[in-house]
């Protein structure tokens, strides 16, 4: 009889998990369709998917025939700093997202070996992987130098990928349109492009220009991945500027050609019409060649005064905005008030005439107070939708963590996937809910060799996620961005219940995810 009771226990142990969920339409992350199913986690790792009617578990979760999806992958984040002010990610959590991927547009932490130490030891909410930045490796080296590199100045640069490598990155990013990156060439960016192919990485770029010569810079991206054998990302993939929309079946149709070709070239969208970078970019970039005492020393003096100003105009004129009222400030250091309002707005304000000369002028002096973040609209919604109907087109919020009510931030940093899903996919029907989801983990998870993450199925780790599809919805405006994403009930990071009944737990069971070169 004690042998038969052993027997009886030893079977219940094997049938037992943490969190069992239940009656759920189970979306694996394959693209392939929903099926009504379970999923038992057990010790942060899914362990069974599938009709469990055997299995018990302390948490037992009932989806109700909601979604049931693995945790969604950010394949285009910022989050170095903020992470650790923030940790709990609240934006990210809210919106389904479960791991990003940061060091984008060439920034990177410096030293990625000490930054995966502190995220091991912070434990944040969501898990964290990084590319390693040009922009960081050539300031590193070089500064805001406008040259090319010594030979032993890029083989110092590229040194520094093989140790980011090697400490763990997924691979290499640029950002070719900021200070000091659009100061370098082609050929270095494939020097280092090569190194981080030796390491398994994947080449990640904000282009050279994405509006007035994005068919250009797209080429340059494509041509660095097949000069270094490396994969390519491009990121937050647009056409800017008024005079170009339209024409996202032609730059679309680069990264098709170049995968008929071969070439792993894959693309990252955020779904808004608007985009948000520094306000820095609408000057000419010789302008912050040597730094910011350069910068200041040019603007004063009144022949370069004029020459910036120019060519500032001449952009303008080619992008065929009248005015930079598509300009909207989203934070200035130097006058809070402005944050939310147009460079038109600001212009007024300032006694100045409605004019883009006189705005121009506005510009160049809030660039020397310190700059500014800024949103600007000038993309056009049919390109979007466009470009979201590519299969190999993942999401990418472009965000940092937030502080709850500062600044006025773009809203994607909020709302991306919620929106994707509302907006989209359920609305607008532009693309499947389960073609949706593929792109957001097991794509995602594929293009960045996150081998354990980005797929319902046993033995990969418990990220997962329960949503409401017939409800997700993102509330973060222009106007009124800190707003968090509804319809997501329950999120699971590494098997740990961060979002209980729509609640943030506070639960902090994020790690850091190591590149496939990480030496232990």
């Known amino acids: 009889m004690a042998c038969l009771l052993l027997?009886?226990?030893?079977?219940?142990g094997q049938n037992a998990?943490?969190?069992?969920?239940?009656?759920?339409r189970i979306i694996d992350g394959t693209g392939n369709s929903w099926f009504y199913g379970d999923v038992a986690v057990k010790a942060g790792k899914i362990i069974a998917v599938g009709k469990l009617t055997d299995y018990t578990a302390p948490k037992t979760i009932d989806a109700n025939k909601m979604i049931v999806a693995p945790g969604f992958i950010d394949v285009h984040a910022h989050v170095e700093g903020a992470i650790f002010q923030w940790p709990t990610a609240d934006n990210y959590i809210y919106d389904g997202v479960t791991t990003v991927i940061t060091g984008n547009c060439g920034g990177s932490a410096s030293n990625l070996k000490n930054f995966f130490n502190r995220i091991d030891s912070l434990h944040p909410s969501?898990?964290?992987a990084s590319l390693v930045g040009h922009n960081t490796i050539r300031d590193q080296v070089m500064h805001h130098d406008n040259r090319l590199p010594t030979t032993a100045e890029q083989q110092q640069m590229e040194s520094l990928v093989e140790e980011a490598m090697k400490d763990g990155a997924v691979g290499l990013s640029t950002g070719l349109i900021y200070i000091p990156g659009t100061f370098a060439n082609t050929e270095e960016v494939v020097g280092l492009a090569t190194m981080a192919s030796r390491y398994n990485g994947v080449y990640a770029s904000h282009i050279r220009n994405e509006e007035n010569k994005c068919v250009e810079a797209i080429n340059e991206a494509i041509n660095i991945g097949k000069a270094a054998n490396i994969p390519v990302e491009i990121s937050h993939f647009k056409i800017g500027g008024k005079g170009n929309w339209g024409t996202s079946n032609i730059t679309l149709g680069l990264v098709q050609q170049a995968r008929q070709e071969g070439w792993d070239v894959t693309i990252d969208q955020y779904p808004y019409t608007a985009s948000s970078t520094?306000?820095?970019v609408r000057l000419p970039d010789w302008a912050f060649a040597g730094g910011n005492d350069s910068l200041k020393i040019r603007l004063h003096d009144p022949v370069l005064r004029a020459q910036i100003k120019k060519e500032m105009l001449q952009q303008l004129q080619k992008y065929k905005f009248k005015n930079y009222s598509y300009c909207v400030v989203a934070?200035?250091?130097?006058?809070?008030t402005y944050n939310g309002k147009s460079i038109t707005d600001i212009n007024k304000l300032m006694g100045?005439?409605?004019?883009?000369t006189e705005e121009a002028e506005t510009i160049m002096d809030m660039v020397e107070k310190g700059g500014a973040q800024m949103v600007y609209h000038s993309m056009n919604e049919d390109d979007v939708k466009y470009i979201m109907k590519y299969p190999f087109c993942m999401s990418g919020?472009?965000?940092?963590v937030p502080v709850p009510g500062k600044g006025m931030p773009h809203p994607r940093g909020y709302g991306t996937n919620a929106r994707v899903l509302g907006k989209y996919v359920r609305d607008e029907k532009v693309i499947s809910l389960e073609e949706a989801i593929r792109r957001m983990t097991s794509l995602a998870a594929q293009k960045f060799q996150l081998k354990d993450r980005g797929l319902l199925k046993e033995g990969m780790a418990a990220d997962i996620v329960v949503f409401d599809d017939k409800t997700v919805s993102d509330h973060a405006t222009f106007e009124q961005p800190h707003q968090y994403s509804t319809g997501f009930y329950y999120?699971?990071?590494?098997?740990?219940?961060?979002?209980d009944n729509s609640k943030h737990t506070g639960a902090r069971s994020g790690i850091p995810l190591y590149g496939p070169s990480k030496k232990f």
């Open 352 to 356: 100045r005439r409605s004019k883009a």
């Open 17 to 24: 998990c943490d969190v069992l969920i239940k009656n759920g």
């Open 7 to 12: 027997a009886g226990i030893t079977c219940l």
């Open 331 to 336: 934070s200035y250091s130097a006058d809070s």
């Open 397 to 400: 919020a472009d965000a940092g």
């Open 126 to 128: 969501i898990n964290i």
């Open 278 to 280: 520094n306000l820095g």
């Open 491 to 499: 999120v699971l990071v590494n098997g740990q219940l961060v979002v």
